[in-house]
Nanobody
């Protein structure tokens, strides 16, 4: 399994950014997928997850209403649309593959992780 994130960068507070994760390896459409983030000096934080068919999504409290996770099972990608970005959203964002098909916030239920993409929000 390989996961490759893209789309990170420097934005101003209030702006939007879209992250994408390209998945290669076993069949993509049977696994849940998730996004996590980690800021310097802080623990890894759950951001969002999506079930294998995309019918179920789950968000961390700090991003509810601002971020949207989606997936394209034909293209083997999972995206994270981030809106109304805040300075506290600054972190390295990681894409992860779940061990099973459901959406989940527990990082122990993910077995493969990407290298991460940096998002910096300037105020």
């Amino acid at each position: 399994v390989q996961l490759r994130e893209s789309g990170g960068g420097l934005v101003q507070a209030g702006e939007s950014l879209r992250l994408s994760c390209a998945f290669s390896g076993p069949p993509f459409n049977i696994y849940g997928m998730g996004w996590f983030r980690q800021a310097p000096g802080k623990e890894r934080e759950f951001v969002a997850s999506i079930s294998y068919r995309g019918e179920s999504t789950y968000y961390g409290d700090s991003v509810k209403g601002r971020f949207t996770i989606s997936r394209d099972n034909a293209e083997n990608t999972v995206d994270l649309q981030m809106s109304s970005l805040k300075r506290e959203d600054t972190a390295t964002y990681y894409c992860a593959k779940a061990r099973a098909g459901r959406a989940t916030s527990a990082d122990s239920e993910y077995d493969y992780w990407g290298q991460g993409t940096q998002v910096t929000v300037a105020s």
